[in-house]
Every structure is written in structure tokens, then in C-alpha cells.
């Protein structure tokens, strides 16, 4: 199977959700203003998938090689070590979106659109694991994305771009000249089948991170030789 483009998934604003993380009091003129920009992204936003089923071609101590492209990472080569088989994505909230929130002049409007365009990927991220699953079946599974760890830095985003094609022509994602991508709101990386509980963050000791899912693991990140 070639490229897979989820570009019409359904999905919904949370509103309760989002004026819980704004706290803002239900019925207040704020919230009221938050529901209706809700209501108008639901209507405008196209969140989007594009992933791959692909092959490992090759494995080095510090490299794997997917699809005749070789991505460098020591962790990346241990994590696939049992696997043949990955699937690299990008998920988006998608440029309708993108362009929306940038035509909000309003600061305090634009911070609760960031969040709004958050639960588009959000959703898409589910659309991409639903579809992943009922079509391939891996199993329990796990993610690294490029620029996470120091170990798989953030200019591999070519490499993981070039397996991909080219993700702004299907689903309208770009690399800035910083490896960036655009929109914003979007997330890409590397699916495999596992048995362990591999998280990026486990051996990340970055304090106060925002976004992170598990707690930083020294003995982890020992036995990966960091
Ligand atoms: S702790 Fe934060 S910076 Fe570190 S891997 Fe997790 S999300 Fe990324």
C-alpha cells in the first residue's frame, strides 16, 4: 500500500473541555465567544493525516534505513531492533484552520483558536491510530519523532519528509528552512509495534516541560546508554 490521506475525518470542538482549560465560567460572554469560534472551526477546519506503510531496509548501531532512506538515531536502531515494519505519519490541523486563526486580530481570541486547532490534531492524531489499527493491526504501539531527543535531531524532519513524499502536497505541511513545520499545530514521526511502554520522554530530563507524557526514567535512559 502507497500513501494514506485521511483528509475528511469528523471531529468536534470540546467546548466544555476548553473553557475548563481557559478557565472560563459557562455562560460568561468569554465563553459564549469561545463556543462560537468553536462552532466556526468546526465548520472550517480539515485536520489530516498522511502515513505510510513501510520497510526497514537495513539497521546499523546508529542508523535504520526506511524505504532506501536513512534515518540516524542510536535510540531509533534500538527501538526497531525486533521490528520490520514502521509507519511514518504527519497529522495536521490543517491550513484551513491555520489561515482562520491568522486572520483573528484579537489576542486573547487567537490564544483560545491555538487551543481550539490543538483539538483538531488532537482528533486527527485518534483518526490516525483508529485507521492504523483497523487496517494493519500492529498491535500495541509506540512513537519517536525527529527533534524530541538530542539523539534524533530535528533536521532528520527531511529524511522522515522525503519517505513521506512530499506532505505539502498531499496534506499542505511544510518544512521551514528550521525544519519547522507549517502549520504549527502538526506532529510527525515514526509508528512501530512494540511490547515495551517506549516514551520519548522517559529519557528526557528536561524540567517543567509542558507536553510531557511520562516521567523522566535515569535508569531508562542509562540502559540506552545517555
Ligand atoms: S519531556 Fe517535553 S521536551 Fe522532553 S520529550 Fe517529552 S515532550 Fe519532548
Redesign the pocket.
Known amino acids: 500500500m502507497g500513501l494514506i490521506v485521511l483528509d475528511n475525518i469528523f471531529w468536534k470542538v470540546d467546548v466544555d473541555k476548553l473553557l475548563e482549560r481557559f478557565r472560563l465560567q459557562p455562560g460568561s460572554q468569554d465563553a459564549m465567544r469561545v463556543e462560537a469560534l468553536a462552532r466556526e472551526a468546526e465548520e472550517i477546519g480539515r485536520p489530516k493525516v498522511l502515513y505510510k506503510e513501510a520497510y526497514i531496509d537495513d539497521k546499523g548501531e546508529d542508523f535504520v534505513i526506511v524505504d532506501g532512506i536513512k534515518l540516524t538515531s542510536r535510540i531509533l536502531s534500538i527501538n526497531l531492533e525486533q521490528v520490520h515494519r514502521v509507519f511514518p505519519y504527519v497529522i495536521t490541523c490543517g491550513t484551513e484552520l491555520e489561515r482562520w486563526s491568522q486572520a483573528i486580530d484579537d489576542i486573547l481570541e487567537k490564544y483560545w483558536a491555538e487551543g481550539i486547532k490543538e483539538m483538531a490534531l488532537a482528533e486527527a492524531t485518534k483518526a490516525f491510530e483508529k485507521h492504523l489499527e483497523e487496517n494493519f493491526h500492529p498491535g500495541k504501539t509506540s512513537s519517536m519523532?525527529p527533534g524530541?531527543?538530542q539523539d534524533w535531531p530535528i533536521t532528520q524532519q527531511r529524511q522522515l519528509f522525503q519517505i513521506l513524499d512530499d506532505p505539502k502536497r498531499y496534506i499542505g505541511v511544510e518544512l521551514t528552512d528550521s525544519y519547522l513545520m507549517l502549520p504549527m499545530k502538526s506532529v510527525s514521526g515514526i509508528r512501530f509495534a512494540t511490547q515495551a511502554d517506549y516514551?520519548?520522554?522517559k529519557?528526557?530530563?528536561?524540567q517543567n516541560?509542558?507536553?510531557?507524557?511520562?516521567p523522566?526514567d535515569p535508569e531508562l535512559a542509562k540502559s540506552y546508554g545517555m
Not at 529519557?203 to 528536561?206: E, I, Q, Y
Open positions: 519523532n524530541s531527543l516514551e520519548n520522554c529519557l528526557c530530563s528536561r516541560c509542558p507536553n510531557r507524557r511520562a523522566y
